[in-house]
Antibody
Framework: EVQLVESGGGLVKPGGSLRLSCAAS????????MSWVRQAPGKGLEWVGR??????????DYTAPIKGRFTISRDDSKNTLYLQMNSLKTEDTAVYYC?????????????WGQGTLVTVSS | QAVVTQEPSLTVSPGGTVTLTCGSS?????????PYWFQQKPGQAPRTLIY???NKHSWTPARFSGSLLGGKAALTLSGAQPEDEAEYYC?????????FGGGTKLTVL
C-alpha cells in the first residue's frame, strides 16, 4: 500500500526556518517524481515545486514566490522527500501536501500525503 | 509568473453537462502545458482526474473528459451527479514549473 506521511509542520516566526519531511512507502521511491503543493486556509491550491528522480536528472523546479527561499531535496536511501523552507513569511502559512504523481517510466500516479500545517506568525 | 484563469463558479443540473475551462495569461494553452485537472472536496486532499490534457486515471469516472478547446484546456462533465459537487483546479506547466488556476466551485443543483 502506498503511503506518504508528512511531518515537520508547526508554528514558526516570520524570518524563521522549517523543514518538512514526506516519508514514502509502498512504491519504488527512487523512481518517483514528487511535488509539493500547498493550500492556505480557505484558499486555493498553490504548486510549490517538484523534484524528478535521479535517473531523470534529479532536477527541481519551483514556483516564483518561493524561489531562493525553499529547497526541495530527496534521500532515496531513506525514501524521504524534503522541503526546506527559509526566510518564512506570513503568506507561507498553509497546509503543505507532498504528491507522488509519476515515475521515470512516465507512468502517472496520484498519491497524496495527509498534509502538514505550517503557521508563520509572530 | 503566468496567471492561470478558471471560472470562479458554475452550476449544473443533475444529469446535465458542463465545461470548465483553464486559460493562460501567456497565450493559448497547448498540450505542451501538460494540463492537469484536480477535484477537491471540503476537508480532503485533492485528487487528479485528468493529466496531460486528456488522460484519465483508473478511478476517473467516465463522465469526465479533458480536451483543448478554443485556446484553453477544458474539463467536460457529462451527466453530472450530486457527488460531483466540488472545487476543480487546473494546473499548467511552464517549462517545468507548475501554476494552478484559482479553482472553479461546481454546484450540482
Amino acid at each position: 500500500e502506498v503511503q506518504l506521511v508528512e511531518s515537520g509542520g508547526g508554528l514558526v516566526k516570520p524570518g524563521g526556518s522549517l523543514r518538512l519531511s514526506c516519508a514514502a512507502s509502498g512504491f519504488t521511491f527512487s523512481n518517483a517524481w514528487m511535488s509539493w503543493v500547498r493550500q492556505a486556509p480557505g484558499k486555493g491550491l498553490e504548486w510549490v515545486g517538484r523534484i524528478k528522480s535521479k535517473a531523470d536528472g534529479g532536477t527541481t523546479d519551483y514556483t516564483a514566490p518561493i524561489k531562493g527561499r525553499f529547497t526541495i531535496s530527496r534521500d532515496d536511501s531513506k525514501n524521504t522527500l524534503y522541503l526546506q523552507m527559509n526566510s518564512l513569511k506570513t503568506e507561507d502559512t498553509a497546509v503543505y501536501y507532498c504528491h507522488y504523481y509519476r515515475d521515470s517510466s512516465g507512468y502517472h500516479y496520484d498519491y497524496w500525503g495527509q498534509g502538514t500545517l505550517v503557521t508563520v506568525s509572530s | 509568473q503566468a496567471v492561470v484563469t478558471q471560472e470562479p463558479s458554475l452550476t449544473v443540473s443533475p444529469g446535465g453537462t458542463v465545461t470548465l475551462t483553464c486559460g493562460s495569461s501567456t497565450g493559448a494553452v497547448t498540450s505542451g502545458h501538460f494540463p492537469y485537472w484536480f477535484q477537491q472536496k471540503p476537508g480532503q486532499a485533492p485528487r487528479t482526474l485528468i493529466y496531460d490534457t486528456s488522460n484519465k486515471h483508473s478511478w476517473t469516472p467516465a463522465r469526465f473528459s479533458g480536451s483543448l478547446l478554443g485556446g484553453k484546456a477544458a474539463l467536460t462533465l457529462s451527466g453530472a451527479q450530486p457527488e460531483d459537487e466540488a472545487e476543480y483546479y487546473c494546473l499548467l506547466s511552464y517549462g517545468g514549473a507548475g501554476v494552478f488556476g484559482g479553482g472553479t466551485k461546481l454546484t450540482v443543483l
